[in-house]
């Protein structure tokens, strides 16, 4: 909490749990703000009320309030272990396939790709976690399976699932996403066929896992990069990577708003998720399903806006 003075008090001398309650508390007139996605059609059904924050630590402490043990829709929060998987097998693929700039534009947007030549600007739009999914799909021959198991892996839960009536609805209502994949194809950015490619994103992004869960399998990022078991998934400079991506690029048109209130590498997601990394500190997750204009979590926002007012704990 900050003192009279603005400064921020430390951390360890707060109870998390108590900050976790002051949290759910200060964001409680948000919940139900927003609109749940709809485009989904599976998504509409997740009622606007619900509202969860886990807070995992390095040292593998966790705490959480609310519906933090309640299974949501990871959504675009699974793009950023597709691309740590990637970048852990061959991040020189990457290269010249997906760029690193903010877009500007909306995550589906179509109109950004064709002034650049099926190139997306990063790996969180639509298009370039689609590229992502590609190629990660290349390295290992299943691209779902693969970001599956490491996330049953890093949150010791081997009941985390794909939802597959999220998938199908995605599939149904996917002609977005489609598209962009088939132009990014005509300009030979796809290298495995549209449909694979597309049902591979399509399923991991319908990954369903707590906040709980959410925020021990994103620790890998804190740790700068060494998994669960110890064992490192990516150079410090790959997790560098990663978390420079999530500040300039994870909540898409709304990063530098997201940056200039909360001020971590983040990530989200249309289920009203977003995955926050303190590095050497702590992950953390929030969950709550009413979204902004530009697919952020209203009460999500406030809730981690709060969360390193309060604690100090921002990389600025
Ligand atoms: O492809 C889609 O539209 C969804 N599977 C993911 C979009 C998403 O989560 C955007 N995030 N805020």
Wanted: charged share 20%.
């Amino acid at each position: 909490m900050a003192d009279e003075e603005g400064a921020a008090v430390s951390v360890d001398d707060l109870a998390y749990d108590a900050l976790l309650e002051w949290i759910a508390d200060e964001v409680a007139p948000y919940v139900g703000e927003g609109r749940v996605a709809d485009y989904i059609p599976a998504l509409a059904q997740v009622s606007p009320d619900r509202f969860g924050l886990a807070l995992a630590t390095v040292d593998g402490r966790l705490y959480g309030v609310g519906d933090y043990r309640e299974r949501f829709s990871l959504q675009s929060i699974s793009k950023v272990y597709s691309l740590a998987l990637v970048m852990a097998r061959d991040d020189g693929r990457l290269r010249g396939r997906v760029g690193v700039e903010p877009s500007g534009n909306a995550f589906n947007s179509l109109i950004q790709l064709e002034y650049e030549r099926g190139i997306p600007r990063n790996p969180f739009i639509n298009a370039g976690a689609l590229v992502v999914t590609d190629l990660l799909h290349t390295l290992t021959g299943d691209a779902a399976g693969a970001v599956l198991d490491f996330l049953r892996s890093e949150a010791d839960d081997h009941t985390v699932t794909i939802d597959g009536a999220v998938a199908a609805s995605e599939a149904e209502h996917g002609d977005l996403n489609l598209a962009l994949a088939h132009f990014m194809a005509a300009y030979g950015n796809i290298e495995n066929p549209v449909d694979v490619a597309a049902d591979h994103y399509f399923r991991h992004c319908s990954i369903a896992m707590s906040c709980a869960e959410t925020a021990l399998a994103t620790l890998f990022l804190a740790r700068h990069g060494v998994r669960a078991d110890g064992s490192r998934l990516l150079p410090v400079l790959g997790a560098k990577r990663v978390n420079a991506l999530m500040m300039t690029c994870g909540a898409y048109d709304a990063a530098g708003e997201f940056a200039f209130r909360v001020g971590l590498p983040a990530k989200s997601g249309v289920g009203g998720g977003i995955v926050a990394v303190v590095p050497g500190r702590a992950a953390l997750c929030v969950w709550s399903p009413g979204l902004d204009q530009h697919g952020n979590s209203v009460a999500g926002v406030e809730a981690l806006d709060r969360f390193t007012t309060a604690t100090g704990w921002s990389v600025f």
